[in-house]
């Protein structure tokens, strides 16, 4: 932690692409290390939200106890990002004081500006664009689950949103396959299926859901209105309806032994059946545990390995 490290040197977590394949396994071991080195002892991480959280600000609180810091959690109101002063002046504060800083935006382009002046790791809480955490803990899930991530088929049914971008580039750095079933008009757009691309992988884009879970090993569904969309949702609701929730029937096309996730906060019956979300197949609390996890292990691995 040092308001004097050049910027340019510093590591940042905006997407999982951040991490190379090697690194992204590394990654995934560290989480499964419930004691790893203490990397922030005496030090602390600013959490910042300009968004509502469960999970990710729980999760990343008591990563950062265990690795033996202070997190400081903060609304993004109270610090008057661009308001009372830049964003970039807020990450030079932050970094006065905080060996990194977690941040949860509306825009994408706003954890770019403060990683672009950051002396310290900046790392993506969620954005419009990314939910690189939410994808490690995906992962992590999925090793537990089937002892390797590799060779697996991961069926998304749903949004191209932050959520399925983010496991879908994780999907491709650790040899899993990926695809999405989606409405016309709401799938990924070419720049993200070359992003992904770059990863070594590829994301299958099909409209008829029961041919992308056909034989998945994983059924992941997420939200059909992600937040900061409330002005669609009615539009996107009537795109989604009818077709693109995962069902009793959809979930019997895939794997005899199938998982279901959700990144989770859910709306039962609508992108998935409360018969799913809270069923026999459904893994959605281990998930959730395993935000925390995987916070550890990526704050692990960045503040004490990279
Ligand atoms: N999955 C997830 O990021 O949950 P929260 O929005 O509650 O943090
Ligand atoms: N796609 C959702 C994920 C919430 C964790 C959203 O951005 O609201």
Same mark, same amino acid.
């Given at each position: 932690?040092?308001?004097?490290?050049?910027?340019?040197?510093?590591?940042?977590?905006?997407?999982?692409?951040?991490?190379?394949?090697?690194?992204?396994?590394?990654?995934?071991?560290?989480?499964?290390?419930?004691?790893?080195?203490?990397?922030?002892?005496?030090?602390?991480?600013?959490?910042?939200?300009?968004?509502?959280?469960?999970?990710?600000?729980?999760?990343?609180?008591?990563?950062?106890?265990?690795?033996?810091?202070?997190?400081?959690?903060?609304?993004?109101?109270?610090?008057? %990002?661009?308001?009372?002063?830049? &964003?970039?002046? $807020?990450? !030079?504060? @932050? =970094?006065?004081?905080?060996?990194?800083? /977690? +941040?949860?935006?509306?825009?994408?382009?706003?954890?770019?500006?403060?990683?672009?002046?950051?002396?310290?790791?900046?790392?993506?809480?969620?954005?419009?664009?990314?939910?690189?955490?939410?994808?490690?803990?995906?992962?992590?899930?999925?090793?537990?689950?089937?002892?390797?991530?590799?060779?697996?088929? %991961?069926?998304?049914?749903?949004? &191209?949103?932050? $959520?399925? !971008?983010? @496991? =879908?580039?994780?999907?491709?750095?650790? /040899? +899993?396959?990926?695809?999405?079933?989606?409405?016309?008009?709401?799938?990924?757009?070419?720049?993200?299926?070359?992003?992904?691309?770059?990863?070594?992988?590829?994301?299958?884009?099909?409209?008829?859901?029961?041919?992308?879970?056909?034989?998945?090993?994983?059924?992941?569904?997420?939200?059909?209105?992600?937040?900061?969309?409330?002005?669609? &949702?009615?539009?996107?609701?009537?795109?989604? =309806?009818?077709?693109?929730?995962?069902?009793? +029937?959809?979930?019997?096309?895939?794997?005899?032994?199938?998982?279901?996730?959700?990144?989770?906060?859910?709306?039962?019956?609508?992108?998935?059946?409360?018969?799913?979300?809270?069923?026999?197949?459904?893994?959605?609390?281990?998930?959730?545990?395993?935000?925390?996890?995987?916070?550890?292990?990526?704050?692990?691995?960045?503040?004490?390995?990279?």
């Amino acid at each position: 932690m040092s308001s004097t490290t050049p910027p340019g040197s510093i590591r940042h977590i905006l997407e999982v692409d951040d991490l190379s394949a090697d690194e992204l396994l590394q990654v995934l071991d560290l989480s499964g290390d419930p004691n790893p080195p203490k990397v922030l002892e005496g030090k602390g991480m600013a959490l910042l939200f300009e968004k509502p959280s469960a999970r990710t600000r729980h999760s990343m609180e008591m990563a950062v106890v265990q690795l033996g810091g202070h997190p400081v959690t903060v609304a993004a109101a109270e610090v008057g %990002i661009d308001q009372r002063e830049s &964003a970039e002046d $807020v990450a !030079r504060t @932050l =970094a006065c004081f905080h060996a990194a800083i /977690g +941040a949860r935006v509306k825009s994408h382009s706003l954890l770019e500006r403060m990683a672009t002046v950051s002396s310290v790791p900046v790392v993506n809480m969620l954005s419009d664009q990314a939910h690189p955490l939410q994808a490690l803990a995906d992962l992590l899930t999925v090793k537990q689950e089937f002892g390797e991530i590799s060779g697996r088929r %991961i069926a998304f049914v749903g949004d &191209a949103n932050n $959520v399925s !971008r983010s @496991l =879908a580039i994780g999907a491709g750095l650790a /040899g +899993a396959q990926f695809v999405i079933s989606g409405p016309p008009g709401y799938q990924f757009e070419s720049t993200n299926l070359d992003r992904i691309a770059a990863t070594g992988g590829a994301a299958e884009v099909v409209d008829d859901p029961f041919e992308a879970v056909t034989g998945a090993h994983v059924v992941y569904t997420d939200v059909w209105v992600s937040m900061g969309e409330e002005a669609q &949702a009615s539009e996107k609701i009537d795109a989604f =309806a009818g077709r693109y929730s995962v069902s009793k +029937a959809l979930m019997g096309q895939a794997a005899a032994d199938a998982i279901f996730l959700h990144c989770l906060p859910a709306n039962p019956g609508q992108e998935a059946s409360e018969e799913i979300l809270y069923g026999p197949q459904s893994r959605i609390w281990q998930q959730a545990e395993n935000r925390m996890h995987a916070a550890r292990g990526l704050l692990a691995w960045l503040l004490g390995v990279s």
